[in-house]
């Protein structure tokens, strides 16, 4: 009989993680300890200390509590749905409604708890209104999603330009717009600093990259870097602005009274259930200060190595070079380019237990579990040499530098590397072969750098035609002729067109085109000898190196990108003849 019951019980959370080798007997323990002093779930408090990923918290809460889960990050919105469940009790009650099958009666329900019994029954009360005035009866089925997933979901897809809107009417009239704060679920504060947070949650909503705010004569324009490209969103009163500055100063620990000097400050704020860092610079201007924010979401901003949407080759050859275990790899292309992001990805495959990953940023942008991360600091002359300096006491096999900027850093880069290391780190040049002379420029010897560099990835970031309203034309002479194609070649390309889905952009989301060079001991030998670069490029393509141009058109030709978006980040000019 008691075996009977001992089957019957619910399996729990942390032996689940361990069973399934995502945490140890150790990190459980610790995890134990701080839900005692946080009163958070198990799995929050193991996500939150970065022993687990949020997948793995939702498949052992999933199995735990018999809940089928359900991931809302590609969920299109349904309105009819929506219109079933309020924003108010969606956000008390930390639930979404995915879905409604009419025919079925079924609307489908994602919550962080499906078992909270007051949920259960304010969406069944909800329904049985609903069932009376559609003379159709509507049956609730629940899933399981992660708490973050949940609330962001709900930001995305429910009225949010209401509380945006509602704000600058209260600041306009003087008076309060009750609807708006209900509806945004939020308790009254002064109207800028609603203000704010709501254009915070907008940028972060809307996938933007930075946030620019910038005065005007007469106006203020905010305008969001989405998919790589400024769009301007609102124009407000210039009178709006110097109250907004102070609160973006306070939240980024600026001297509010200092305008005549740039300031550089940090944000941190949790939107959606997660941390979300913001990287604020101030800038005097003939008409104000300009601020821009860099939004650094931590969930977007690391992703894993084969999601970086490179080809089957170019992911071999990627992990092929990162089994070597001393010397550098470096990823070069312009700022915006997507270099972090890559040598995050790098840095993630190859955390683990057995080795030690030290960095150094400028400053660190996205934490991440059991690498030691370091800021370089003016404050305490700290910088990227010296810093490289002290990482070496630290028993690091990996070193990870922000960016190579002078001739310090280079030479102590290269001498790491030389010393048995794995070094990482970031160039500003315009392809993978440039960064040869560059670094030579910079004062590394050519011999000093033969044999130690591993490769070079240079890298763009284009943007990703809308699947949704993207259409096909057939090129004319120059485009073939950038495309290398023949007169008689049958090609068909897509262009930009603009659609509700894309806000009328065309494009929606971006991808990277990349060149890989990996260095043997031909190329080393030719690096060493001060080889020019076309003697090098040559050797590099025979060797089966394709360059970003050609990774770019191939991006075309299959219909990710159009050809005007990789000529905005790519020089084709010399694949034409006039």
């Known amino acids: 009989m008691s075996a009977g019951i001992a089957e019957t019980q619910?399996?729990?959370?942390?032996?689940?993680?361990?069973?399934?080798?995502?945490?140890?007997?150790?990190?459980?323990?610790?995890?134990?300890?701080?839900?005692?002093?946080?009163?958070?779930?198990?799995?929050?408090?193991?996500?939150?200390?970065?022993?687990?990923?949020?997948?793995?918290?939702?498949?052992?809460?999933?199995?735990?509590?018999?809940?089928?889960?359900?991931?809302?990050?590609?969920?299109?919105a349904d309105t009819s749905a929506l219109a079933l469940i309020p924003k108010h009790i969606a956000f008390k009650h930390a639930l979404f409604p995915v879905s409604y099958d009419s025919e079925r009666g079924e609307l489908i329900v994602a919550a962080a708890n499906p078992d909270d019994i007051v949920a259960r029954d304010t969406v069944a009360s909800l329904l049985v209104r609903a069932s009376q005035n559609l003379s159709k009866r509507i049956k609730p089925?629940?899933?399981?999603?992660?708490?973050?997933?949940?609330?962001?979901?709900?930001d995305r897809f429910y009225d949010r330009d209401l509380s945006i809107n509602g704000i600058l009417v209260e600041l306009e009239s003087g008076q309060l717009d009750l609807l708006a704060l209900s509806q945004a679920g939020v308790a009254y504060s002064h109207p800028i600093v609603r203000l704010m947070d709501a254009l915070f949650a907008d940028a972060?909503?809307?996938?933007?990259?930075?946030?620019?705010?910038?005065?005007?004569?007469?106006?203020?324009?905010?305008?969001?870097?989405?998919?790589?490209?400024?769009?301007?969103?609102?124009?407000?009163?210039?009178?709006?602005?110097?109250?907004?500055?102070?609160?973006?100063?306070?939240?980024?620990?600026?001297?509010?009274?200092?305008?005549?000097?740039?300031?550089?400050?940090?944000?941190?704020?949790?939107?959606?259930?997660?941390?979300?860092?913001?990287?604020?610079?101030?800038?005097?201007?003939?008409?104000?200060?300009?601020?821009?924010?860099?939004?650094?979401?931590?969930?977007?901003?690391?992703?894993a190595l084969d999601g970086l949407g490179l080809t089957e080759l170019q992911l071999n050859l990627l992990k092929l070079m990162l089994e070597r275990p001393e010397g550098i790899l470096l990823v070069t292309?312009?700022?915006?380019?997507?270099?972090?992001?890559?040598?995050?990805?790098?840095?993630?495959?190859?955390?683990?237990?057995?080795?030690?990953?030290?960095?150094?940023?400028?400053?660190?942008?996205?934490?991440?579990p059991m690498i030691r991360q370091t800021s370089v600091a003016e404050a305490v002359k700290l910088d990227f040499a010296e810093g490289i300096r002290s990482l070496m006491r630290q028993d690091p096999d990996i070193i990870f530098v922000g960016e190579i900027r002078d001739k310090d850093t280079a030479e102590m880069a290269v001498r790491s590397a030389m010393t048995g290391h794995q070094v990482f780190s970031t160039l500003h040049t315009n392809s993978a072969i440039r960064s040869i002379p560059r670094?030579?420029?910079?004062?590394?010897?050519?011999?000093?750098?033969?044999?130690?560099?591993?490769?070079?990835?240079?890298?763009?970031?284009?943007?990703?035609?809308?699947?949704?309203?993207?259409?096909?034309?057939?090129?004319?002479?120059?485009?073939?002729?950038?495309?290398?194609?023949?007169?008689q070649e049958n090609i068909t390309l897509y262009r930009a067109t603009g659609c509700p889905a894309c806000e009328g952009e065309g494009y929606k989301g971006r991808l990277a085109i990349i060149e890989i060079l990996r260095f043997d001991r031909g190329l080393d030998e030719l690096v060493a000898r001060g080889a020019m670069l076309k003697e090098m490029n040559d050797y590099a393509v025979s060797k089966g190196f394709v360059e970003i141009a050609e990774d770019g058109l191939r991006r075309v030709r299959e219909g990710s990108t159009s050809l005007d978006e990789v000529r905005r980040v790519v020089d084709l000019t010399d694949r034409v003849s006039l």
């Open 439 to 487: 670094l030579v420029d910079l004062g590394v010897h050519a011999e000093i750098l033969s044999g130690n560099i591993i490769g070079i990835v240079a890298q763009r970031l284009v943007r990703r035609l809308c699947p949704q309203c993207k259409t096909t034309y057939s090129p004319g002479d120059t485009e073939r002729a950038m495309l290398g194609a023949g007169a």
């Open 141 to 154: 089925l629940w899933r399981i999603a992660s708490s973050a997933e949940v609330l962001a979901t709900i």
């Open 204 to 303: 972060v909503s809307h996938g933007a990259s930075d946030i620019h705010f910038e005065p005007e004569e007469q106006f203020l324009r905010i305008r969001y870097r989405i998919d790589g490209v400024l769009r301007e969103i609102r124009s407000l009163d210039k009178p709006n602005w110097t109250a907004m500055l102070v609160r973006l100063k306070v939240l980024s620990g600026m001297n509010i009274a200092e305008t005549r000097a740039p300031q550089d400050g940090r944000i941190s704020l949790s939107l959606f259930g997660r941390q979300i860092d913001f990287r604020a610079a101030a800038q005097p201007t003939i008409h104000g200060e300009n601020f821009v924010l860099r939004v650094l979401d931590r969930k977007r901003g690391v992703v």
């Open 10 to 76: 619910p399996k729990r959370v942390g032996d689940i993680l361990i069973t399934r080798g995502y945490i140890n007997t150790d990190q459980l323990h610790i995890g134990l300890q701080q839900q005692k002093l946080t009163g958070k779930a198990l799995g929050e408090v193991l996500l939150d200390l970065g022993f687990i990923t949020e997948e793995a918290m939702l498949d052992a809460v999933s199995e735990s509590v018999g809940h089928e889960s359900i991931n809302l990050s590609s969920v299109i």
């Open 333 to 368: 292309g312009p700022t915006g380019s997507g270099k972090t992001t890559t040598l995050y990805s790098v840095l993630n495959h190859l955390n683990n237990m057995g080795v030690n990953i030290m960095t150094l940023e400028d400053p660190v942008e996205y934490p991440l």
